[in-house]
């Protein structure tokens, strides 16, 4: 018997990417769906898997600032925030420089484009060996939570991809904070682990709203939403409902999204608990209130989509 080496995961996964296949893409954040972001081919297929009602942008993931600087038009601000947030959860948006590398259906027919290197180490070993720009949107079926698990990311999409990569549990478990840093403004469109502070210390005060331009097309009022309906501030659930808590002594310690009251823990939790919920089968699902401050803007913001509204 002839037995021929194995090629590793990350070189298969490379290999994929080239042949315009799709791939399941570990990040710090949640697990991405990825493709080659220069082949429109390769893009649509990420829109199809996902059942988007709408092309909406993607974020190009590369594997240092040098690779984003030769696909992005970078000014002071937008370098400085590379330099103190990458690797890691930060997507920044910022003029198209090479608009073949991230292609035009992968920004949505923009002129800026998002960009991001992640802090997983998997996922930037997968973009050096590829060469390229991976756009990767979560690796959820539009509208669904985003899989912070390499189960629920193969759950959700694997029978549409060429490869997967396994890189355990999502240490952040939201997804990136989104700043556009256009036309002179930097402003806060999504927000994510990198919290509003943290971006006003490197840039001072960002934006009061998003202008024109700035806006983050993506975004829809029902979205990471379980099949359960989602209520959130609940103090008390009503019957049938599944509670989830926050903090010390607020409901049942399984069902927590933190028992200490820690944030980054939370955040963590959120969209697996979401899922395992929605597994019961409860008539509904109760959030208590998390408060809103640093990270908790995030977990927030994620709530109330799911819940069906727009913060
Ligand atoms: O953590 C994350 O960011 C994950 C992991 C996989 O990296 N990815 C992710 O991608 O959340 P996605 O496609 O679900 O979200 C991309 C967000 C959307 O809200 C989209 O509207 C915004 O980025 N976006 C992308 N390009 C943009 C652009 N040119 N201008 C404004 N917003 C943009
Ligand atoms: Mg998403």
Known sequence: MIVTPQKDAVATAADALRAGKLVILPTETVYGLGADAS????????????GRPR????????ADSAAAEKVAIFDDRSRALAEAFWPGPL??????KNRFAV???????????????PGHAKAREVIAAFGGAV????????????????????????LATGAAIDGGPCAVGVESTVVSVLGGQVAL?????????????IVGPLAERAEEGHRSPGRMALHYAPDAPVRINVEQPAEGELLLGFGEGVGDPRWSLSPTGNLREAAANLFRLLREADRTHPKGIAVTPVPNDGLGEAINDRLKRAAGFVG
């Open 39 to 50: 082949n429109p081919e390769a893009v649509a297929a990420i829109f199809e898997a996902k």
């Open 91 to 96: 997507t920044i948006v910022a003029p198209i």
């Open 189 to 201: 469109l999504r927000p994510g682990s990198v919290t509003r502070r943290e971006l006003e210390e």
């Open 103 to 117: 292609c035009d259906l992968a920004r949505a027919g923009l002129d800026s484009v998002a960009i991001r290197v």
């Open 55 to 62: 092309f909406n942008p993607l974020i190009a993931h590369v």
């Open 135 to 158: 756009v990767a949107p979560s690796a959820n079926r539009s509208g669904r939570p985003s899989p912070t698990t390499y189960a629920d990311a193969v759950e959700e999409t694997g």
